[in-house]
Protein backbone atom coordinates (compact mmCIF):
# COMPACT_ATOMS: atom_id res chain seq x y z
CA UNK A 1 0.00 0.00 0.00
CA UNK A 2 2.94 2.37 0.98
CA UNK A 3 4.55 1.30 -2.52
CA UNK A 4 1.32 2.35 -4.21
CA UNK A 5 0.89 5.22 -2.49
CA UNK A 6 4.81 6.17 -2.90
CA UNK A 7 4.26 5.86 -6.74
CA UNK A 8 1.15 7.61 -6.81
CA UNK A 9 3.17 10.89 -5.52
CA UNK A 10 5.60 10.42 -7.37
CA UNK A 11 3.82 10.47 -10.23
CA UNK A 12 1.80 13.61 -9.36
CA UNK A 13 5.38 15.57 -8.96
CA UNK A 14 6.31 14.54 -11.75
CA UNK A 15 3.52 15.99 -13.82
CA UNK A 16 2.82 18.96 -10.99
CA UNK A 17 6.65 19.91 -10.68
CA UNK A 18 8.21 18.79 -14.28
CA UNK A 19 7.84 20.31 -17.27
CA UNK A 20 9.74 17.45 -19.31
CA UNK A 21 6.96 15.76 -20.08
CA UNK A 22 3.98 15.75 -22.51
CA UNK A 23 1.40 15.30 -18.91
CA UNK A 24 3.06 18.11 -17.07
CA UNK A 25 3.67 20.59 -19.96
CA UNK A 26 -0.47 20.40 -20.05
CA UNK A 27 -1.01 20.61 -16.59
CA UNK A 28 1.44 23.77 -16.84
CA UNK A 29 -0.53 25.42 -20.02
CA UNK A 30 -4.55 24.20 -18.35
CA UNK A 31 -3.31 26.00 -15.14
CA UNK A 32 -1.69 29.07 -16.82
CA UNK A 33 -5.28 28.86 -18.50
CA UNK A 34 -7.59 28.99 -15.81
CA UNK A 35 -5.42 31.74 -14.38
CA UNK A 36 -5.35 34.09 -17.20
CA UNK A 37 -9.21 33.31 -17.60
CA UNK A 38 -9.70 33.91 -13.33
CA UNK A 39 -7.68 37.13 -13.46
CA UNK A 40 -10.23 38.47 -16.76
CA UNK A 41 -13.48 37.58 -14.78
CA UNK A 42 -12.25 39.51 -11.58
CA UNK A 43 -11.84 42.74 -14.15
CA UNK A 44 -15.22 42.15 -15.61
CA UNK A 45 -16.80 42.10 -12.53
CA UNK A 46 -15.17 45.40 -11.77
CA UNK A 47 -17.35 47.21 -14.12
CA UNK A 48 -20.34 48.78 -12.43
CA UNK A 49 -23.21 47.69 -15.14
CA UNK A 50 -21.49 43.85 -15.71
CA UNK A 51 -21.72 43.44 -11.94
CA UNK A 52 -25.22 44.31 -11.90
CA UNK A 53 -26.25 42.11 -14.71
CA UNK A 54 -24.02 39.04 -14.20
CA UNK A 55 -22.46 39.36 -10.60
CA UNK A 56 -23.69 36.17 -8.80
CA UNK A 57 -22.04 34.14 -12.23
CA UNK A 58 -19.18 35.95 -11.45
CA UNK A 59 -19.63 35.05 -7.82
CA UNK A 60 -20.39 31.75 -8.67
CA UNK A 61 -17.07 31.29 -11.16
CA UNK A 62 -15.05 33.13 -8.58
CA UNK A 63 -15.56 30.43 -6.05
CA UNK A 64 -14.88 27.64 -8.73
CA UNK A 65 -11.50 29.03 -9.34
CA UNK A 66 -10.73 29.54 -5.84
CA UNK A 67 -11.52 25.63 -4.85
CA UNK A 68 -9.79 24.34 -8.09
CA UNK A 69 -6.49 26.47 -6.82
CA UNK A 70 -7.03 25.59 -3.64
CA UNK A 71 -7.10 21.81 -4.38
CA UNK A 72 -4.04 21.74 -6.85
CA UNK A 73 -1.93 23.70 -4.27
CA UNK A 74 -3.33 20.56 -1.38
CA UNK A 75 -1.78 18.17 -3.48
CA UNK A 76 1.13 20.18 -4.51
CA UNK A 77 1.83 19.79 -0.93
CA UNK A 78 0.79 16.40 -0.78
CA UNK A 79 3.60 15.77 -3.84
CA UNK A 80 6.42 17.07 -1.27
CA UNK A 81 8.59 15.73 1.69
CA UNK A 82 8.61 19.16 3.22
CA UNK A 83 5.84 20.90 2.02
CA UNK A 84 6.62 24.08 4.59
CA UNK A 85 9.34 25.04 3.05
CA UNK A 86 7.67 25.36 -0.58
CA UNK A 87 5.11 27.51 1.24
CA UNK A 88 7.87 29.78 2.32
CA UNK A 89 9.42 29.56 -1.11
CA UNK A 90 8.51 32.55 -4.05
CA UNK A 91 6.03 30.33 -6.08
CA UNK A 92 4.06 29.10 -2.49
CA UNK A 93 3.73 32.57 -1.23
CA UNK A 94 2.28 33.00 -4.75
CA UNK A 95 0.13 29.80 -4.98
CA UNK A 96 -1.68 30.91 -1.48
CA UNK A 97 -2.08 35.01 -2.63
CA UNK A 98 -3.90 33.12 -5.74
CA UNK A 99 -6.78 31.46 -2.78
CA UNK A 100 -6.60 33.85 0.23
CA UNK A 101 -8.32 36.64 -0.83
CA UNK A 102 -11.65 34.93 -1.34
CA UNK A 103 -11.29 32.99 2.02
CA UNK A 104 -11.19 35.81 3.43
CA UNK A 105 -13.87 37.74 1.82
CA UNK A 106 -15.71 35.71 4.29
CA UNK A 107 -14.62 37.27 6.88
CA UNK A 108 -13.92 40.79 5.26
CA UNK A 109 -15.98 41.87 2.60
CA UNK A 110 -14.34 43.40 -0.55
CA UNK A 111 -11.57 41.05 0.18
CA UNK A 112 -11.53 39.39 -2.99
CA UNK A 113 -10.66 42.54 -5.11
CA UNK A 114 -7.09 41.17 -4.18
CA UNK A 115 -7.46 38.26 -6.31
CA UNK A 116 -5.76 40.35 -9.27
CA UNK A 117 -2.75 38.68 -7.43
CA UNK A 118 -3.28 35.44 -9.29
CA UNK A 119 -1.52 36.97 -12.63
CA UNK A 120 1.32 36.77 -10.88
CA UNK A 121 1.42 32.83 -11.16
CA UNK A 122 1.58 33.27 -14.79
CA UNK A 123 5.77 33.40 -13.75
CA UNK A 124 5.12 29.51 -14.16
CA UNK A 125 5.01 29.99 -17.87
CA UNK A 126 9.08 30.70 -17.57
CA UNK A 127 9.30 26.53 -16.71
CA UNK A 128 6.83 25.76 -19.14
CA UNK A 129 8.30 27.89 -22.35
CA UNK A 130 11.84 26.95 -20.80
CA UNK A 131 12.78 30.32 -20.27
CA UNK A 132 14.67 29.95 -17.03
CA UNK A 133 17.46 31.44 -18.94
CA UNK A 134 15.50 34.89 -18.76
CA UNK A 135 15.64 33.87 -15.08
CA UNK A 136 19.31 34.16 -15.02
CA UNK A 137 19.15 37.38 -16.88
CA UNK A 138 16.82 39.01 -14.29
CA UNK A 139 19.04 37.42 -11.27
CA UNK A 140 22.08 39.31 -13.30
CA UNK A 141 20.13 42.86 -13.12
CA UNK A 142 18.98 42.17 -9.64
CA UNK A 143 23.04 42.00 -8.45
CA UNK A 144 23.59 44.87 -10.67
CA UNK A 145 20.99 46.70 -8.06
CA UNK A 146 22.59 45.16 -5.43
CA UNK A 147 26.26 46.41 -6.05
CA UNK A 148 24.72 49.95 -6.75
CA UNK A 149 22.66 50.57 -3.81
CA UNK A 150 25.10 52.48 -1.80
CA UNK A 151 25.27 55.03 -5.14
CA UNK A 152 21.62 54.74 -5.69
CA UNK A 153 21.08 55.70 -1.70
CA UNK A 154 23.59 58.57 -2.19
CA UNK A 155 21.69 60.13 -4.64
CA UNK A 156 18.69 60.08 -3.07
CA UNK A 157 19.99 61.76 -0.28
CA UNK A 158 21.18 64.36 -2.10
CA UNK A 159 18.21 64.40 -4.34
CA UNK A 160 16.14 64.75 -1.19
CA UNK A 161 18.37 67.85 0.52
CA UNK A 162 18.00 69.26 -3.02
CA UNK A 163 14.46 69.47 -2.79
CA UNK A 164 13.61 70.35 0.77
CA UNK A 165 16.44 72.80 0.26
CA UNK A 166 14.63 74.31 -2.80
CA UNK A 167 11.17 73.80 -0.97
CA UNK A 168 12.35 75.83 1.42
CA UNK A 169 13.02 78.50 -0.20
CA UNK A 170 10.07 78.77 -2.83
CA UNK A 171 8.07 78.93 0.25
CA UNK A 172 10.09 82.27 1.45
CA UNK A 173 9.44 83.56 -1.79
CA UNK A 174 6.28 82.63 -3.06
CA UNK A 175 2.94 83.99 -1.25
CA UNK A 176 0.45 81.32 -0.18
CA UNK A 177 -2.18 82.99 -2.76
CA UNK A 178 0.18 81.04 -5.23
CA UNK A 179 -0.67 77.83 -3.50
CA UNK A 180 2.61 77.31 -1.18
CA UNK A 181 0.84 77.35 1.98
CA UNK A 182 2.84 74.96 4.16
CA UNK A 183 6.45 73.78 3.75
CA UNK A 184 4.76 69.95 2.70
CA UNK A 185 3.39 71.74 -0.02
CA UNK A 186 6.56 73.21 -0.85
CA UNK A 187 8.42 69.80 -0.94
CA UNK A 188 5.29 68.52 -3.37
CA UNK A 189 6.01 71.24 -5.70
CA UNK A 190 9.70 70.96 -6.06
CA UNK A 191 9.71 66.95 -6.21
CA UNK A 192 7.25 67.77 -9.25
CA UNK A 193 9.17 70.61 -10.67
CA UNK A 194 12.52 67.81 -9.85
CA UNK A 195 11.13 65.30 -11.62
CA UNK A 196 10.34 67.55 -14.78
CA UNK A 197 6.65 66.44 -14.17
CA UNK A 198 5.10 69.44 -14.08
CA UNK A 199 1.39 69.01 -13.01
CA UNK A 200 0.78 72.38 -12.74
CA UNK A 201 -1.77 73.23 -10.18
CA UNK A 202 1.07 75.23 -8.22
CA UNK A 203 3.04 77.26 -10.09
CA UNK A 204 5.12 80.49 -8.47
CA UNK A 205 4.09 83.68 -9.40
CA UNK A 206 7.13 86.06 -8.65
CA UNK A 207 9.99 86.41 -11.28
CA UNK A 208 12.50 84.84 -8.77
CA UNK A 209 10.36 82.18 -8.38
CA UNK A 210 10.03 81.50 -11.75
CA UNK A 211 13.72 81.84 -12.35
CA UNK A 212 14.16 79.09 -9.38
CA UNK A 213 11.72 76.64 -11.25
CA UNK A 214 13.30 77.02 -14.49
CA UNK A 215 16.39 76.07 -12.71
CA UNK A 216 15.12 72.82 -10.93
CA UNK A 217 13.47 72.26 -14.11
CA UNK A 218 17.40 72.06 -15.87
CA UNK A 219 18.67 70.83 -13.40
CA UNK A 220 16.04 67.65 -13.62
CA UNK A 221 17.20 66.54 -16.57
CA UNK A 222 20.48 66.65 -15.46
CA UNK A 223 20.48 64.67 -12.14
CA UNK A 224 18.01 61.57 -14.03
CA UNK A 225 21.07 60.15 -16.24
CA UNK A 226 23.57 59.67 -12.70
CA UNK A 227 21.30 56.88 -11.48
CA UNK A 228 20.95 55.28 -15.25
CA UNK A 229 24.93 55.88 -15.46
CA UNK A 230 25.37 54.08 -12.00
CA UNK A 231 23.20 51.15 -12.81
CA UNK A 232 24.32 50.81 -16.54
CA UNK A 233 27.80 50.66 -14.96
CA UNK A 234 27.22 47.57 -12.84
CA UNK A 235 25.42 45.92 -15.52
CA UNK A 236 28.37 46.00 -17.91
CA UNK A 237 30.51 44.73 -15.08
CA UNK A 238 28.14 41.73 -14.48
CA UNK A 239 28.04 40.86 -18.11
CA UNK A 240 32.18 40.91 -18.53
CA UNK A 241 31.89 38.95 -14.60
CA UNK A 242 29.96 36.37 -16.25
CA UNK A 243 31.32 36.09 -19.21
CA UNK A 244 35.17 36.68 -18.85
CA UNK A 245 37.20 35.14 -16.41
CA UNK A 246 40.47 36.81 -14.67
CA UNK A 247 42.91 33.93 -15.21
CA UNK A 248 45.92 34.71 -16.64
CA UNK A 249 47.90 33.25 -19.57
CA UNK A 250 50.61 31.00 -18.96
CA UNK A 251 52.15 32.28 -21.87
CA UNK A 252 52.08 35.92 -22.15
CA UNK A 253 50.26 36.37 -18.99
CA UNK A 254 46.90 38.91 -20.45
CA UNK A 255 43.38 38.31 -18.41
CA UNK A 256 40.09 39.08 -20.10
CA UNK A 257 39.64 35.34 -21.96
CA UNK A 258 36.22 34.37 -22.26
CA UNK A 259 35.33 31.51 -20.07
CA UNK A 260 35.10 28.53 -22.62
CA UNK A 261 38.28 30.06 -24.02
CA UNK A 262 40.49 27.14 -24.54
CA UNK A 263 43.59 28.93 -26.15
CA UNK A 264 44.75 32.68 -25.38
CA UNK A 265 43.59 35.00 -28.03
CA UNK A 266 46.85 36.87 -27.94
CA UNK A 267 49.53 34.39 -28.18
CA UNK A 268 47.49 31.07 -28.59
CA UNK A 269 48.82 29.31 -25.41
CA UNK A 270 46.81 26.53 -24.21
CA UNK A 271 45.41 28.26 -20.96
CA UNK A 272 44.15 24.82 -18.99
CA UNK A 273 47.48 24.40 -17.11
CA UNK A 274 45.84 21.24 -15.22
CA UNK A 275 45.31 19.14 -18.79
CA UNK A 276 47.73 18.93 -21.58
CA UNK A 277 46.96 20.16 -25.29
CA UNK A 278 45.42 18.34 -27.33
CA UNK A 279 46.77 19.90 -30.53
CA UNK A 280 50.22 19.89 -28.73
CA UNK A 281 52.72 17.76 -31.15
CA UNK A 282 53.90 14.77 -29.38
CA UNK A 283 56.90 14.90 -27.72
CA UNK A 284 60.16 13.98 -29.85
CA UNK A 285 63.28 13.30 -26.67
CA UNK A 286 65.19 11.21 -29.32
CA UNK A 287 66.99 12.91 -31.83
CA UNK A 288 67.60 11.32 -35.57
CA UNK A 289 71.63 10.65 -35.20
CA UNK A 290 70.27 8.32 -31.52
CA UNK A 291 68.05 5.96 -33.80
CA UNK A 292 71.24 4.57 -35.98
CA UNK A 293 72.28 1.34 -34.16
CA UNK A 294 75.58 1.31 -32.60
CA UNK A 295 77.48 -0.58 -35.52
CA UNK A 296 76.56 1.90 -37.71
CA UNK A 297 78.23 4.76 -35.46
CA UNK A 298 81.49 2.47 -35.20
CA UNK A 299 81.77 1.79 -38.73
CA UNK A 300 84.36 3.92 -41.01
CA UNK A 301 83.21 7.18 -42.78
CA UNK A 302 81.34 6.28 -46.18
CA UNK A 303 81.38 2.54 -45.42
CA UNK A 304 78.48 0.66 -44.10
CA UNK A 305 78.13 -2.41 -41.76
CA UNK A 306 77.99 -4.39 -44.40
CA UNK A 307 80.44 -3.50 -46.20
CA UNK A 308 83.25 -3.41 -43.03
CA UNK A 309 82.14 -6.96 -42.35
Sequence with gaps: MQSGESSLRKRLFQIIFESDTRPAKAFDIALITLILISVGIVFLDSVPHLHARFGEWFYVIEWAFTLIFTFELVVRLYCLDRPWRYLRSFYGVLDLLAILPTWLSLLLPGAQSLLVLRVLRVLRVFRVLRLMEFVGEGRMLVQALQRSRRKIFLFLTTVLLIITIFGALIYLIE???????????????????????????????TPLGQFISAFMMILGYSIIAVPTGVFSAEVIRSIREERYSEEACPGCGHEGHERDAKYCRFCGTWLDEETPDPNAPPADDDSPDDKTSGDDRDAPDGESTEETR
Design 175 to 205: PPEAGFTSMPRAMYWAIVTLTTVGYGDIAPV
